[in-house]
Nanobody
Framework: QRQLVESGGGLVQAGGSLRLSCAAS????????MGWFRQAPGKEREFVAA??????YYGDSVKGRFTISIDNAKNTVYLQMNSLKPEDTAVYYC?????????????????WGQGTQVTVSS
């Protein structure tokens, strides 16, 4: 059974950093695209970052500030978030889909974590 569990969210001041973790079980990263999405109140779910095999992808609003990475030994995906802004405030979700699907930015991932809240104060 595939399971994704996020952690690392919290309250941070603008300009600060957070690192989100997504512990995965029941899947191997070599066969899956791992993605991060976020959803703010009243807004649609937004693509943040993804890693597919050795390639990484980022949403325009986070390029240069966020970094996605994988630790295969720990079966964990990370999202390092630097230079945080109040508009980054959202619930952040980890997601997984089979890596043979080329599209990584649409939220049509079959597997999702429960989400972790990130709040950036101004």
């Amino acid at each position: 059974q595939r399971q994704l569990v996020e952690s690392g969210g919290g309250l941070v001041q603008a300009g600060g950093s957070l690192r989100l973790s997504c512990a995965a079980s029941g899947l191997t990263f070599s066969s899956y695209t791992m993605g991060w999405f976020r959803q703010a109140p009243g807004k649609e779910r937004e693509f943040v970052a993804a890693i597919r095999w050795s390639s990484t992808y980022y949403g325009d609003s986070v390029k240069g500030r966020f970094t996605i990475s994988i630790d295969n030994a720990k079966n964990t995906v990370y999202l390092q978030m630097n230079s945080l802004k109040p508009e980054d405030t959202a619930v952040y979700y980890c997601a997984a889909r089979i890596s043979t699907v080329h599209d990584v930015t649409s939220p049509n991932y079959p597997y999702w974590g429960q989400g972790t809240q990130v709040t950036v104060s101004s």
